[in-house]
T-cell receptor, first 111, second 113 residues
Protein backbone atom coordinates (compact mmCIF):
# COMPACT_ATOMS: atom_id res chain seq x y z
CA UNK A 1 0.00 0.00 0.00
CA UNK A 2 1.31 3.46 -0.90
CA UNK A 3 1.97 5.83 1.97
CA UNK A 4 -0.10 8.58 0.30
CA UNK A 5 -3.01 7.72 -1.99
CA UNK A 6 -4.96 9.97 -4.31
CA UNK A 7 -7.57 9.49 -7.01
CA UNK A 8 -5.61 10.14 -10.23
CA UNK A 9 -8.62 11.65 -12.02
CA UNK A 10 -8.82 13.39 -14.37
CA UNK A 11 -11.49 15.65 -12.99
CA UNK A 12 -13.07 17.56 -15.88
CA UNK A 13 -15.12 20.48 -14.59
CA UNK A 14 -16.62 23.61 -16.15
CA UNK A 15 -15.39 27.06 -15.21
CA UNK A 16 -17.05 28.27 -12.04
CA UNK A 17 -17.57 24.79 -10.62
CA UNK A 18 -16.56 23.67 -7.14
CA UNK A 19 -14.31 20.63 -7.05
CA UNK A 20 -12.94 18.59 -4.16
CA UNK A 21 -9.90 16.32 -4.02
CA UNK A 22 -9.22 13.77 -1.34
CA UNK A 23 -6.09 12.07 -0.13
CA UNK A 24 -5.43 9.38 2.48
CA UNK A 25 -2.16 8.64 4.25
CA UNK A 26 -1.13 5.45 5.98
CA UNK A 27 1.38 6.61 8.61
CA UNK A 28 -0.53 7.74 11.69
CA UNK A 29 2.65 9.44 12.97
CA UNK A 30 2.73 11.84 10.01
CA UNK A 31 3.16 15.38 11.25
CA UNK A 32 3.02 17.87 8.41
CA UNK A 33 0.71 18.05 5.44
CA UNK A 34 0.64 20.07 2.25
CA UNK A 35 -0.96 20.45 -1.14
CA UNK A 36 1.38 21.14 -4.05
CA UNK A 37 0.43 22.10 -7.57
CA UNK A 38 2.30 20.86 -10.63
CA UNK A 39 1.70 22.21 -14.10
CA UNK A 40 2.42 19.98 -17.09
CA UNK A 41 6.16 19.30 -17.41
CA UNK A 42 7.01 21.82 -14.67
CA UNK A 43 8.21 21.57 -11.10
CA UNK A 44 5.86 21.19 -8.09
CA UNK A 45 5.03 24.38 -6.21
CA UNK A 46 3.60 24.69 -2.73
CA UNK A 47 -0.09 25.59 -2.86
CA UNK A 48 -0.89 25.53 0.83
CA UNK A 49 -0.25 23.83 4.13
CA UNK A 50 -2.99 21.79 5.76
CA UNK A 51 -4.04 22.03 9.40
CA UNK A 52 -6.57 20.18 11.54
CA UNK A 53 -8.45 23.41 12.08
CA UNK A 54 -8.78 23.84 8.35
CA UNK A 55 -7.35 26.71 6.41
CA UNK A 56 -8.44 28.85 3.54
CA UNK A 57 -6.54 30.84 0.93
CA UNK A 58 -8.87 32.68 -1.38
CA UNK A 59 -10.81 30.10 -3.37
CA UNK A 60 -8.88 27.21 -1.85
CA UNK A 61 -9.77 25.42 1.39
CA UNK A 62 -7.74 22.59 2.88
CA UNK A 63 -8.75 20.29 5.70
CA UNK A 64 -7.03 17.57 7.72
CA UNK A 65 -8.81 14.77 9.56
CA UNK A 66 -6.20 13.05 11.71
CA UNK A 67 -8.62 10.41 13.02
CA UNK A 68 -9.42 9.22 9.50
CA UNK A 69 -5.95 10.06 8.12
CA UNK A 70 -7.60 12.03 5.38
CA UNK A 71 -6.73 15.32 3.70
CA UNK A 72 -8.95 17.33 1.40
CA UNK A 73 -8.67 20.29 -0.94
CA UNK A 74 -11.69 22.27 -2.10
CA UNK A 75 -11.48 24.68 -5.02
CA UNK A 76 -14.38 27.08 -5.47
CA UNK A 77 -15.23 29.04 -8.62
CA UNK A 78 -12.75 27.09 -10.75
CA UNK A 79 -10.70 29.04 -13.28
CA UNK A 80 -9.08 27.79 -16.47
CA UNK A 81 -5.74 28.56 -14.82
CA UNK A 82 -6.49 26.01 -12.07
CA UNK A 83 -5.92 23.20 -14.59
CA UNK A 84 -2.96 21.27 -13.20
CA UNK A 85 -2.06 18.19 -11.17
CA UNK A 86 -2.59 18.55 -7.43
CA UNK A 87 -0.19 16.58 -5.26
CA UNK A 88 -0.93 15.61 -1.68
CA UNK A 89 2.24 15.68 0.41
CA UNK A 90 3.04 14.35 3.85
CA UNK A 91 6.11 14.55 6.07
CA UNK A 92 6.54 11.65 8.48
CA UNK A 93 9.06 10.61 11.11
CA UNK A 94 11.70 9.42 11.50
CA UNK A 95 13.85 12.34 10.56
CA UNK A 96 11.06 14.41 9.02
CA UNK A 97 13.35 15.23 6.16
CA UNK A 98 11.53 13.95 3.11
CA UNK A 99 8.37 15.02 1.38
CA UNK A 100 6.23 11.98 0.58
CA UNK A 101 4.07 12.69 -2.45
CA UNK A 102 0.90 11.07 -3.66
CA UNK A 103 0.64 10.31 -7.36
CA UNK A 104 -1.43 13.43 -7.94
CA UNK A 105 -4.94 14.26 -9.10
CA UNK A 106 -5.27 15.87 -12.48
CA UNK A 107 -7.77 18.73 -12.85
CA UNK A 108 -8.93 20.05 -16.21
CA UNK A 109 -11.16 23.12 -16.08
CA UNK A 110 -13.07 23.60 -19.29
CA UNK A 111 -14.57 26.82 -20.73
CA UNK B 1 16.97 36.19 -5.01
CA UNK B 2 17.86 33.42 -7.44
CA UNK B 3 15.83 30.22 -7.49
CA UNK B 4 16.97 26.64 -7.88
CA UNK B 5 18.66 25.90 -11.17
CA UNK B 6 19.30 22.47 -12.61
CA UNK B 7 21.42 21.30 -15.52
CA UNK B 8 21.13 19.89 -18.04
CA UNK B 9 17.42 20.25 -18.79
CA UNK B 10 17.30 17.16 -20.97
CA UNK B 11 19.62 14.20 -21.37
CA UNK B 12 19.63 10.94 -23.32
CA UNK B 13 21.86 8.12 -22.12
CA UNK B 14 22.39 4.48 -23.02
CA UNK B 15 21.69 1.65 -20.59
CA UNK B 16 24.78 0.89 -18.50
CA UNK B 17 26.21 4.41 -18.76
CA UNK B 18 26.74 6.82 -15.89
CA UNK B 19 25.17 10.27 -15.53
CA UNK B 20 25.75 13.36 -13.37
CA UNK B 21 23.02 15.91 -12.78
CA UNK B 22 23.68 19.29 -11.20
CA UNK B 23 21.73 21.63 -8.95
CA UNK B 24 22.41 25.12 -7.64
CA UNK B 25 20.40 25.85 -4.53
CA UNK B 26 18.41 29.00 -3.84
CA UNK B 27 20.34 31.78 -2.16
CA UNK B 28 20.22 31.36 1.61
CA UNK B 29 19.29 27.66 1.50
CA UNK B 30 21.67 25.10 3.00
CA UNK B 31 19.87 21.82 2.34
CA UNK B 32 19.37 20.04 -0.97
CA UNK B 33 17.04 17.12 -1.68
CA UNK B 34 16.73 15.06 -4.84
CA UNK B 35 13.54 13.46 -6.14
CA UNK B 36 12.76 11.12 -9.03
CA UNK B 37 9.44 11.55 -10.82
CA UNK B 38 8.39 8.85 -13.26
CA UNK B 39 5.67 9.61 -15.79
CA UNK B 40 2.25 9.75 -14.14
CA UNK B 41 3.66 9.43 -10.63
CA UNK B 42 4.46 11.79 -7.81
CA UNK B 43 8.08 12.62 -7.00
CA UNK B 44 9.92 9.97 -4.95
CA UNK B 45 12.56 11.01 -2.40
CA UNK B 46 16.07 9.88 -3.31
CA UNK B 47 18.21 11.59 -0.63
CA UNK B 48 18.97 14.83 1.13
CA UNK B 49 22.26 16.64 1.81
CA UNK B 50 23.05 19.05 4.63
CA UNK B 51 26.49 20.44 5.39
CA UNK B 52 27.98 18.29 2.63
CA UNK B 53 26.74 15.04 4.17
CA UNK B 54 23.85 12.77 3.28
CA UNK B 55 21.34 12.99 6.12
CA UNK B 56 18.37 11.08 4.75
CA UNK B 57 17.80 8.52 2.01
CA UNK B 58 14.80 6.99 0.32
CA UNK B 59 14.40 3.51 -1.12
CA UNK B 60 16.99 3.83 -3.90
CA UNK B 61 19.96 1.52 -4.57
CA UNK B 62 23.58 2.56 -3.90
CA UNK B 63 24.18 3.28 -7.58
CA UNK B 64 22.34 6.53 -6.84
CA UNK B 65 24.84 8.76 -5.06
CA UNK B 66 25.34 12.43 -4.49
CA UNK B 67 27.52 15.26 -3.32
CA UNK B 68 26.97 18.64 -1.77
CA UNK B 69 29.61 21.34 -2.12
CA UNK B 70 30.59 24.16 0.29
CA UNK B 71 28.43 26.60 -1.69
CA UNK B 72 25.46 24.23 -1.10
CA UNK B 73 25.20 23.22 -4.74
CA UNK B 74 24.77 19.51 -5.35
CA UNK B 75 25.25 16.67 -7.79
CA UNK B 76 23.27 13.48 -8.32
CA UNK B 77 25.21 10.60 -9.85
CA UNK B 78 23.61 7.47 -11.23
CA UNK B 79 25.77 4.53 -12.27
CA UNK B 80 24.87 1.57 -14.45
CA UNK B 81 21.79 3.25 -15.87
CA UNK B 82 18.68 1.13 -16.36
CA UNK B 83 15.70 1.79 -18.59
CA UNK B 84 13.54 2.37 -15.49
CA UNK B 85 15.78 5.28 -14.50
CA UNK B 86 14.10 7.31 -17.23
CA UNK B 87 12.32 10.07 -15.31
CA UNK B 88 12.27 13.73 -14.34
CA UNK B 89 14.88 14.38 -11.64
CA UNK B 90 13.99 17.25 -9.36
CA UNK B 91 16.23 19.09 -6.98
CA UNK B 92 14.74 21.03 -4.06
CA UNK B 93 16.57 23.38 -1.75
CA UNK B 94 15.47 24.53 1.67
CA UNK B 95 16.73 25.93 4.93
CA UNK B 96 17.34 23.15 7.45
CA UNK B 97 14.28 22.70 9.62
CA UNK B 98 12.01 24.78 7.38
CA UNK B 99 9.31 22.40 6.16
CA UNK B 100 7.44 25.12 4.32
CA UNK B 101 10.25 26.58 2.29
CA UNK B 102 11.07 23.86 -0.23
CA UNK B 103 11.86 25.37 -3.63
CA UNK B 104 12.08 23.00 -6.57
CA UNK B 105 14.13 23.42 -9.69
CA UNK B 106 12.52 22.78 -13.06
CA UNK B 107 14.20 19.40 -13.28
CA UNK B 108 16.35 17.32 -15.60
CA UNK B 109 14.48 14.96 -17.91
CA UNK B 110 16.60 11.82 -18.30
CA UNK B 111 15.84 9.27 -20.99
CA UNK B 112 17.68 5.94 -20.91
CA UNK B 113 17.61 3.98 -24.16
Amino acid sequence: RKEVEQDPGPFNVPEGATVAFNCTYSNSASQSFFWYRQDCRKEPKLLMSVYSSGNEDGRFTAQLNRASQYISLLIRDSKLSDSATYLCVVISPPGRRALTFGSGTRLQVQP
Amino acid sequence: ETGVTQSPTHLIKTRGQQVTLRCSSQSGHNTVSWYQQALGQGPQFIFQYYREEENGRGNFPPRFSGLQFPNYSSELNVNALELDDSALYLCASSLAGDLYGYTFGSGTRLTVV
